[in-house]
């Protein structure tokens, strides 16, 4: 993109730049900053405020580490950890979660008897269903149904639940409910074991991405996010999927060619980003080590106990590098007051069996 033509544009560091070390020194800096605001709520369990920076303090950012946000921990606890799940239902299930991407759709249980809801008719108590008919409140591959679940989702809408995330827009069709459950789930459920099988041989993060393009309504940014939860099978249960993982390969969105126009303004060509994404990877270690105020809490996952935890052990991806150059480039507007700004931040996640 061409950030020259922003209003904004001022304020980026000069172009012939090969390095801006203020910004470098501030993306690690946010960095650390966000994963120790994560420690010092969810480990250390200490009360809010839980940092001095007014904006992260104030407004809404994503954690460095992907799953460790709301809806991917979600996912990894009721989904991944499911070890009854065979691998095709544990797909099919990753899929289908992310294509809402929003964990209410999925735990809906209605506070009463007049939001309960029968498919069938009233008359027939057996038949009235919420998120509670379908185990990890999805259903499984072999129990899919799009006229039942359209019903559902429509249902959902009545008592005030948009079932899709807010986050980001997963479709622009007008009639989205009928769209995913008549046309994109049905292409997934089609094709799962198509995609084991492909998954399984690829030799390539890259063939990967192009072959989730291949579905219905997956563009660059989906693919990323399915790939993501692909490689978790791997990371978190017992079965092997894929040959690649998170540091196989990334993507740049919009938000981290942002951030790398602030840290690295010279850089042009997308080989030369992806280079740079890699050099920001494998520099991280060592700027923590020697700048850090405090040391960096580095996420693990143990399998055997099923529990994340912090180390000083270095775990960082291609993945969490190019969301933290996303988050960065907000930071950077949100200093300079332009573009979009953050929404207000207000803790609702009282904590996950799994930290």
Avoid at 94 to 111: A, D, G, K, S
Avoid at 116 to 145: H, V
Wanted: proline share 4%; aromatic share 16%; with cysteine.
């Amino acid at each position: 993109m061409n950030f020259e033509n922003e209003s904004w544009s001022q304020y980026l560091p000069d172009k012939s730049l090969e390095v801006c070390q203020d910004n470098l020194n501030e993306f690690y800096q946010t960095m650390l900053e966000r994963q120790l605001i994560w420690k010092r709520r969810f480990i250390d369990k200490k009360e809010r405020p839980w940092t001095t920076d007014e904006f992260f303090r104030d407004r809404k950012f994503t954690n460095v580490y992907r799953v460790l946000d709301k809806n991917s921990m979600w996912e990894v606890e009721n989904i991944l950890l499911d070890d009854t799940l065979e691998l095709k239902n544990l797909i099919w299930k990753l899929m289908f979660f992310r294509l809402f991407n929003n964990p209410p759709t999925f735990t809906y249980i209605p506070e009463a008897n007049n939001n309960s809801f029968s498919l069938f008719g009233d008359e027939d108590e057996e038949s009235e269903f919420t998120s509670a008919k379908w185990k990890n409140g999805i259903p499984d591959y072999d129990e899919y149904n799009a006229d039942e679940y359209l019903a559902y989702l429509k249902h959902l809408r009545s008592v005030g639940i948009n079932p899709f995330t807010s986050a980001y827009l997963i479709s622009s069709v007008g009639d989205r409910d009928t769209h995913f459950c008549k046309t994109v789930l049905p292409d997934f459920h089609n094709r799962i074991d198509e995609m084991i099988e492909f998954c399984q041989k690829a030799k390539s993060a890259e063939e990967i991405f192009k072959y989730l393009k291949t579905f219905t309504n997956v563009a660059d940014f989906m693919a990323f996010q399915l790939f993501n939860d692909l490689t978790y099978v791997d990371k978190f249960t017992k079965y092997h999927l894929m040959n690649v993982n998170e540091n196989s390969a990334t993507t740049i969105g919009p938000g981290s060619d942002l951030g790398l126009r602030l840290i690295f303004p010279s850089t042009t060509t997308n080989e030369e980003k992806l280079n740079k994404l890699a050099e920001l990877r494998d520099t991280a270690a060592d700027w923590f080590n020697k700048n850090a105020y405090e040391p960096f809490p580095y996420l693990h996952f143990n399998k055997e106990t099923k529990q994340f935890y912090v180390s000083d052990e270095p775990s960082i991806t291609l993945g969490e590098i190019e969301q933290w150059l996303c988050e960065y480039a907000k930071y950077f507007k949100m200093k300079i007051g332009e573009g979009k700004q953050r929404n207000h931040f207000e803790p609702v996640t009282t904590g996950f069996k799994t930290v």
